[in-house]
C-alpha cells in the first residue's frame, strides 16, 4: 500500500503547532518557516499544557534543525576507519544480513538496543522493540538507567507507580537535587515558581550544596555538603517522628509496615546528622516542621541525588517525608497519574544482566554496567548495539572505557540526525529525519489530575536522504522475512471492514501467536499505519496505546471527553496543539492509578531500612588528599540541552561552559576569573575557564553538560566533555546509577602559554 505524503509547508505564512524538543515539558511552540529555516518561534498558548511558556532555550531550536553536522546518506565504516556512503537499500540489507549473522552465532539475546528517543522524540522508539523481537533480543537501556532507575525501584515498592508533584497548589514545595528554575521538569516552571516565592502562605526548601537560581526563591535553602541528602533527610524525617508530626490517619487507613520505618526514625540523632550534612539543626528543624504541619507538600527530586552516592536510600527517605505526613493523593500533595506508555516498568520482579548479573531495576539494564557486558569473554557478552536517538560515547559515565567496549563490538549501528561522538565509532550510521521534519511525539505525560499528549505534525519535509525511525524499522524487519506474510493481509482484510474488526482480529492474532505480540507496533505500522491521514504512518502505534488507555482508565477518558479509544485515537491524530487524554479529581482520583498490590501501601523496603540504620557508621566522605574536590560534571545551565545541539553558537552567554569554583578556593588555588584550570580525576583530566562564582560553597566545583563535543571539521572541542572525567564504577549499590555529580577531582591552574 503507498504511503501518502505528508502536507508539508516548506514556505508558510503560517504558525504552525509543534513543542519544544530539549526538556520533558516539551512546551508547546508556534513556528513560522521560511524555507527551511524556523524565522519566528513563539510559545503556543493553544497547548494544554504549558498555555504559551517556553524558557529561553525553545527559541533557539533553529540550531537544532539547520546547525549542521546532520548525516544525509546511510553510512558504512570500512576497515581504514573512513566512511563510505551507501543507498538505504544496501544499508538494510547488510545490516539485516549481519544482525541475522550474530543471532545465529551468538544468540538474539547479545544484541543489545541502547536509546529509542530523547527529550523529544519517542514515537520512532516505539517500534524499535519490534526490531529488537525480530532478532531475539531482550536487553535494552536507555538514560533513564543513569537517573531513574533508583527511584523506580523505591516507586514499586511503594506506591506502584509514578508520582509528580502538585506545585501549582501545594502550601509547601521541596526540591532535592532539582534546579528547575534552569532544569523545569515541573510545567511553566518559572512562573510557579515565582508564584510560590510571590505568596507568604506558601513556603518553598530546597536542598542544594549550590546556591541556584531556585535557592535564590527559597525560605529554608539547606546548603548541605555535596552528598550528604541521606543524613540530612534523616535528619528530617527523625525530627518529624520525634516530634510526632506524622499523619496517623493517613498511615493507618492507607499503609502497612510502618513500624520498623518509625523505629529506624526514632533512633536518628538529628542534630548529629544536621551537622555532618553542613546545615544548622534549627533549619533541619524548622523543615521538619513545616512539613509536618503543612496542609499540603509536594516534593522533586532530580539528579543531584539520583546522581550522587546513596541514591537509592535517598529517593526512599524523600518519598516517606511525603507518605508519613499523609501528602499523597490530595490537592497540592503528591499525586500519580496515567501513562499513554509507561517509560519505565514498575514490578519488584527483577531480571539480572547476563554477564555482570547486575538487577535490572525497571527491566532496564544499568548504563554503568554496559562496558562490563561488553569488554569479556563471557560467552554471553553483548556482541551487537544498536543506538537510536542516544549518544552513550558523550552521556555515559567514563567515556574511555564506553568506547573501548563499543569499538569491540562485531556490529554496532546508530541511527541519529547527527554524526556525533557514538557514530563516528559505528560500523553503520542511519541517517534519521529531524523531529521537525516527521510526525513525532514524547510520551513524557506524567501530569495530574490533567494528562496531556502532542502528536506533533512535521514542519517540513525530510531533508533528502533521511528517514523516520519507524521506516527504518521496519525496512530491517521486512528485510529480516520475520513477521508473517499471512498475519498481515488478515490484518489488511479485516480493516478494509473498520476499525472495530481490525481490533478484535488483532487481538485474536496476538493470542495465537506470541510472535505477533512482540511485532505488534511493526504490524500496526504496515497496515493501519498507511490508511492514516496526512502520511502519519508513525501514528499508527497510538492506536493500540489509545485501547490501552480506555481499558486502564476509562472514566479518566471519558472525563477528558472521549467517549471510546477511537475517539482518543481520532483526537489525537487531529488535534495540533495536543489533547487531554484523562481527567482526574485533585482529591483522591491517584488512587485509582494505585495497583492493587500497593494497597495498603507497604512502607519497609528492607535493605533500605538496613542502610537507614547503617547511616551513623556509613563513610560520607568520598574525597582524599590527592582529589580534594567533589565535581559536579553536568549542571544544566541556562544554555545546555544535553548534546542535542550540535552547534555552540547558539549560546548567548557561558559560550565555553566555565568551571565554577568558590572565591576562596580559586584564591588559594591562585585560579582568576576567566583563566584556565586543570581538572583532574582517577579517570582522566581536561582544562577549563575558571569562573568565580559565589553560589558555590569551598570544596564544590562544578562543570555543565552537553560540552565537550567532536564536531566534524574542527579538532578543537568547545568546553569539558564531563564524561571524561567520571568512573563507571562509582555507582549505586542497589540501582547502579552514576555518581555523576559526585566525582572526587583535583584542580590545578593552567599557566599561561
Ligand atoms: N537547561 C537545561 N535543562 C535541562 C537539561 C539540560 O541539558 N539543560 N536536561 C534535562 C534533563 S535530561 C534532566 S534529567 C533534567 C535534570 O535536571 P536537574 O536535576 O535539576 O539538573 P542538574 O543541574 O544536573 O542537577 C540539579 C541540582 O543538583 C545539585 N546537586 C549537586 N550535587 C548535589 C548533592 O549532593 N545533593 C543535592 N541535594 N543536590 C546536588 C546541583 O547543584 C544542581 O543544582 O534537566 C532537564 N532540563
Ligand atoms: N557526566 C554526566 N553525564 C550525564 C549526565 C550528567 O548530568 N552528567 N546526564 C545524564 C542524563 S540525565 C541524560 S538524559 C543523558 C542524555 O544523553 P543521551 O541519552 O545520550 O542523549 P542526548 O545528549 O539527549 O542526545 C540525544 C541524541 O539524539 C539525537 N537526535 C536528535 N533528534 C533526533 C531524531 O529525531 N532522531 C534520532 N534518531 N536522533 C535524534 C541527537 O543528535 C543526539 O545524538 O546524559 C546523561 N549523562
Ligand atoms: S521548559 Fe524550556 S527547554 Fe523545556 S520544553 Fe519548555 S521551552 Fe523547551
Ligand atoms: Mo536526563
Redesign the pocket.
Known amino acids: 500500500m503507498p504511503v501518502e505524503e505528508a502536507p508539508v509547508t516548506s514556505a508558510s505564512e503560517e504558525w504552525q503547532a509543534s513543542a519544544c524538543i530539549?526538556?520533558?515539558n516539551n512546551c508547546g511552540i508556534t513556528v513560522k518557516v521560511e524555507g527551511r529555516r524556523f524565522a519566528k518561534i513563539r510559545g503556543d498558548k493553544a497547548h494544554p499544557a504549558s498555555a504559551g511558556y517556553t524558557c529561553n532555550?525553545a527559541l533557539r531550536l533553529d540550531h537544532y534543525q539547520n546547525g549542521g553536522a546532520r548525516i544525509t546518506a546511510p553510512l558504512r565504516r570500512e576497515h581504514d576507519g573512513t566512511y563510505t556512503e551507501i543507498s538505504w537499500d544496501v544499508a538494510i540489507t547488510e545490516i539485516a544480513d549481519r544482525l541475522r549473522a550474530v543471532r545465529d552465532t551468538h544468540g538474539g539475546e547479545s544484541i543489545f538496543f541502547y536509546g529509542g528517543g530523547g527529550?523529544g522524540n519517542h514515537l520512532g522508539g516505539a517500534y524499535s522493540g519490534a526490531l529488537l523481537r525480530a532478532v531475539g533480543g531482550r536487553y535494552r537501556s536507555n538514560?533513564l538507567a543513569q537517573?531513574k532507575l533508583g527511584e523506580a525501584w523505591v516507586d514499586a515498592h511503594l506506591t506502584g507507580g509514578h508520582t509528580h508533584g502538585d506545585f501549582e497548589h501545594a502550601q509547601v514545595s521541596v526540591f532535592?537535587?532539582?534546579?528547575?528554575w534552569?532544569?523545569?521538569?515541573v510545567p511553566r516552571a518559572r512562573t510557579v515558581l515565582q508564584n510560590i516565592a510571590k505568596d507568604p502562605a506558601r513556603t518553598m526548601i530546597v536542598?542544594?550544596?549550590?546556591r541556584?537560581e531556585t535557592a535564590d526563591l527559597a525560605d529554608i535553602h539547606l546548603q548541605?555538603k555535596?552528598?550528604t541528602?541521606a543524613w540530612c533527610l534523616a535528619a528530617i524525617l527523625g525530627e518529624i517522628v520525634q516530634q510526632d508530626l506524622i499523619d496517623h490517619e493517613f498511615l493507618t487507613a492507607h499503609t502497612t509496615e510502618a513500624e520498623p520505618v518509625l523505629a529506624a526514625l526514632r533512633a536518628v540523632d538529628v542534630d548529629a546528622y544536621a551537622h555532618l550534612s553542613g546545615v544548622d539543626p534549627a533549619s533541619v528543624r524548622r523543615a521538619a516542621q513545616l512539613i509536618g504541619t503543612a496542609e499540603s507538600v509536594s516534593t522533586y527530586e532530580?539528579?543531584?541525588?539520583q546522581q550522587?552516592p546513596n541514591s537509592t536510600l535517598v529517593s526512599y527517605l524523600n518519598k516517606l517525608t511525603w507518605l508519613l505526613t499523609g501528602n499523597f493523593a490530595a490537592r497540592g500533595t503528591m499525586q500519580m497519574h496515567s501513562w499513554l506508555a509507561p517509560l519505565i516498568n514498575y514490578s519488584l520482579k527483577t531480571k539480572t544482566t547476563p554477564v555482570t548479573a547486575a538487577p535490572m531495576l525497571g527491566g532496564i539494564v544499568p548504563c554503568n554496567v554496559i562496558a562490563e557486558e561488553i569488554l569479556t569473554d563471557h560467552p554471553k557478552r553483548f556482541r551487537a548495539m544498536i543506538v537510536e536517538s542516544s549518544n552513550p560515547a558523550h552521556s555515559l559515565a567514563d567515556s574511555q572505557r564506553f568506547r573501548a567496549a563499543f569499538d569491540s563490538l562485531e556490529l554496532s549501528v546508530v541511527i541519529d540526525v547527527a554524526m556525533t561522538e557514538t557514530a563516528r565509532r559505528a560500523h553503520y550510521v542511519l541517517p534519521a529525519a529531524s523531529q521537525f521534519e516527521k510526525w513525532e511525539a514524547t510520551f513524557f505525560n506524567l501530569e495530574f489530575p490533567v494528562n496531556t499528549f502532542q502528536l506533533r505534525a512535521p514542519l517540513l519535509e525530510p531533508l533528502p536522504g533521511t528517514l523516520a525511525e519507524p521506516e527504518i524499522y521496519a525496512r530491517i524487519i521486512r528485510e529480516l522475512g520475520v513477521a508473517s506474510p499471512l498475519s498481515l493481509s488478515v490484518l489488511r482484510g479485516a480493516l478494509r471492514l473498520g476499525r472495530k474488526a481490525y481490533g478484535l482480529t488483532f487481538l485474536a492474532l496476538l493470542k495465537l501467536d506470541r510472535k505477533a505480540a512482540g511485532l505488534a507496533p511493526y504490524l500496526l505500522y504496515e497496515t493501519l499505519g498507511p490508511t492514516l491521514p496526512g502520511g502519519a504512518r508513525a501514528a499508527a502505534v497510538l492506536w493500540a496505546l489509545a485501547q490501552g488507555v480506555a481499558r486502564r482508565h476509562p472514566q479518566s477518558m471519558r472525563r477528558a471527553g472521549h467517549a471510546d479509544p477511537e475517539a482518543l485515537f481520532t483526537a489525537m491524530l487531529s488535534e495540533r496543539s495536543g489533547v487531554h487524554i484523562t481527567v482526574d479529581e485533585l482529591d483522591g482520583g491517584s488512587w485509582t492509578y494505585v495497583p492493587e498490590d500497593n494497597r495498603p501501601i507497604p512502607l519497609s523496603i528492607t535493605p533500605l531500612l538496613e542502610s537507614l540504620r547503617g547511616l551513623d557508621r556509613m563513610e560520607w566522605a568520598h574525597t582524599s588528599g590527592e582529589y580534594p574536590f567533589v565535581l559536579?560534571a553536568?549542571?544544566?545551565?541556562?544554555f545546555?540541552?544535553?548534546t542535542i545541539f550540535r552547534d555552540d553558537s547558539w549560546r548567548r552567554r557561558d559560550a565555553t561552559g566555565a568551571l565554577r569554583i568558590s572565591p576562596a578556593d580559586a584564591e588559594r588555588l591562585g585560579l582568576a576569573d576567566g583563566g584556565r584550570a586543570l581538572i583532574t580525576t582517577n579517570r582522566g583530566s581536561a582544562t577549563a575557564t575558571v569562573e568565580l562564582n559565589d553560589r558555590m560553597q569551598d570544596g564544590h566545583i562544578?562543570l555543565p553538560?552537553?560540552f565537550g563535543l567532536d564536531l566534524p571539521g574542527s579538532d578543537q572541542r568547545t568546553g569539558v566533555a564531563p564524561n571524561d572525567l567520571t568512573d563507571l564504577r562509582r555507582r549505586d549499590q542497589f540501582s547502579a546509577t552514576p555518581w555523576h555529580?559526585?566525582v572526587p577531582a583535583r584542580v590545578e591552574p593552567v599557566p599561561h602559554t
Open positions: 530539549l526538556c520533558e532555550k527529550q538514560a537517573e532535592v537535587g532539582k534546579n528547575p534552569q532544569s523545569h521538569g536542598l542544594d550544596p549550590v541556584t548541605i555535596p552528598g541528602d532530580d539528579l543531584g541525588v550522587s559536579s553536568g549542571e544544566r545551565r541556562a545546555t540541552a544535553n562544578s553538560n552537553g555529580k559526585h
